[in-house]
């Protein structure tokens, strides 16, 4: 499960030119902890994710879309069910995502 998530966190991490270090001191957690996130070894707290998705300029839901398991999904959407997946913030995501030329 967890490989999935990393493969997305590490694909935006790079796709951003950022070191493993210098995300990590982004989103406050250590350089260890990302590695075990993008290795899959560790699963983020959607908070984690959340901030990880906003310093590399990609949505939340957007990074959630990407995530190919969709058990995964379920699963990071039940954690995040405190975030805002109105109607409305879902459009505005999904208007923000076709801006961007559409997930990978």
Known sequence: MNECVGAVVRHHRERCRFSRAYLAGLVMISPGHLAKIEAGKSSP???VLKAISCRVGVPLCWMIQQIK???TRVILL????SLDWSPEALSACVK????CGGPL
């Open 45 to 47: 707290t959607i908070a």
């Open 69 to 71: 398991d969709t058990e």
């Open 78 to 81: 039940a954690r995040g069910s």
């Open 96 to 99: 923000h995502v076709e801006q």
